[in-house]
């Protein structure tokens, strides 16, 4: 069975993320991106495992679906969807602040759980060490090596993978808190390290070049604080619906069975180039070597990002890629995509309007922006909407690189092709 599978996001009791993360808003979302498979985030928080315990039942073999009795959903109800179609997998995000090597660390970790039992047990065990209730990410002052042998003395089954590995202030190969290397974090339970997370800010082929990251399998996924940003990063595979499936299927990266994740584009995340924030300065990795990684505005330290780290740690050249690694699909989010083609706000009616009408009349977000053709797509909107899914289809995008928390920003359509748009518009 081919589905896509979303395993990092948070509930409505982590920080900054929206009052609408809950089950049943979770489970309706999914069906309209067209996600199979949701992690349910934050499983160490009491109040959110309490919830999930009550309102889900098991499905497949380690996977859950809502309840009946869950099922009173709060999106928009023009949308036409199956009922309780989507499966959860146990997930939570814990952040590890430590001292290694005369540096302080501060690591990311997703963890995926096989069962209700293995996560009541990690949750004893990491109330002891940190407060559980604080947030739905709990921050730990633990070695994240020891984490990692908490958790599989709890359960072998259980998946433990460095989130957003090259993020710069909570990535493993991180320029402020990170590590040269697996090993270097984890030392003799670097074996047991069969994933990492590619991060908004980074894709694949960056990753290819870094020798650890080849070792293991690269997955991806949205890290969502809001329903919209659900599988904005996903994962697809071709398996039997089940927990074991999922975990062999990443663990022995087989592309028969892991098809391709969908990525950002690594550009549009908030720390692929070099910067300063708060002095408005974006910096590729070489304009920073010019000026020794100091803000030329105002003397301070830049902010080291993505594509730069990829550059110290690589060994092989751009353009490398491994032999049968698990390919990738470039994506920008369908409201994105209307938005421009219309040159209007994403949050506009509009642009809500169209979204609705491609759902309705495909069937999933995901449906839409890989699989529909492009006359079944002019027929349903118009001829702008169905180029700009195709052109983000084909890799034919600008993006200005983001930098030091600022998100980049994509464009489909030229700016010339935009003013030649608007003076048709007004002609008419």
């Known amino acids: 069975m081919e589905f896509i599978a979303d395993f990092h996001i948070h509930s409505n009791y982590s920080r900054a993320t929206s009052s609408g993360m809950n089950l049943e808003n979770l489970s309706k979302w999914a069906e309209i991106k067209g996600i199979k498979v949701l992690g349910t985030g934050d499983f160490t928080h009491p109040e959110w495992f309490k919830n999930l315990k009550e309102k889900l039942e098991p499905a497949e073999q380690g996977l859950y679906k809502l309840k009946v009795q869950s099922e009173k959903l709060k999106v928009n109800e023009n949308f036409i969807t199956a009922d309780n179609t989507t499966r959860f ?3 939570s995000e814990i952040s590890c602040i430590y001292s290694k090597g005369g540096k302080v660390r501060k690591i990311h970790i997703v963890v995926l759980a096989p069962d209700f039992q293995s996560v009541e047990k990690i949750n004893t065990y990491l109330a002891r060490i940190g ?7 709990p921050i730990l002052g633990l070695d994240s090596k020891e984490l990692l042998k908490i958790i599989l003395d709890v359960s072998e089954d259980c998946l433990f993978v460095p989130a957003h590995c090259m993020t710069p202030w909570f990535g493993i190969f991180g320029s402020k808190s990170g590590f040269n290397s697996i090993e270097e974090c984890f030392e003799d339970y670097s074996k047991y390290i069969y994933a990492l997370e590619t991060g908004l800010s980074a894709d694949c082929p960056m990753l290819w070049r870094i020798p650890d990251a080849r070792k293991t399998a690269l997955i991806s ?22 927990y074991s499936a999922i975990i062999d299927a990443i ?37 920073s070597k010019k000026y020794n990684n100091i803000c030329p505005r105002c003397g301070k330290p830049l902010t080291i990002g993505v594509l730069n780290r990829v550059e110290q740690l690589a060994d092989k050249p751009e353009g490398f890629k491994p032999e049968n690694a698990i390919p990738f699909k470039s994506l920008v989010p ?14 506009a009616k509009q642009v ?4 609705e009408n491609l759902i309705k009349r495909f069937g999933s977000e995901f449906e839409v922006l890989l699989k529909t053709s492009k006359q079944e797509l002019e027929l349903a909107a118009s001829p702008k909407i169905a180029e700009g899914i195709i052109r983000v289809r084909e890799g034919r995008v600008f993006v200005e690189p983001g930098y030091d928390g600022v998100f980049g920003k994509v464009r489909i359509f030229s700016k010339q092709e935009q003013k030649k748009d608007s003076k048709q518009a007004t002609l008419f």
Request: hydrophobic share 35%; aromatic share 10%; proline share 3%.
């Open 352 to 355: 809500l309007r169209e979204y």
């Open 221 to 242: 996924n949205s890290d969502a604080h809001s329903l919209q940003k659900i599988g904005r990063e996903a994962n697809v595979f071709n398996i039997e619906l089940c």
């Open 131 to 137: 407060n559980l209730k604080a947030d739905g990410r």
């Open 334 to 347: 369908l409201q994105e995509i209307i938005a421009e083609a219309l040159e209007v706000g994403v949050s």
């Open 251 to 287: 663990k022995s990266k087989n592309p028969q069975k892991f098809l391709y994740t969908i990525e950002f584009f690594p550009q549009e995340g908030k720390y692929h180039y070099d910067g300063h924030r708060d002095c408005g300065i974006s910096l590729s990795p070489l304009e």
């Open 89 to 91: 997998i146990l997930t």
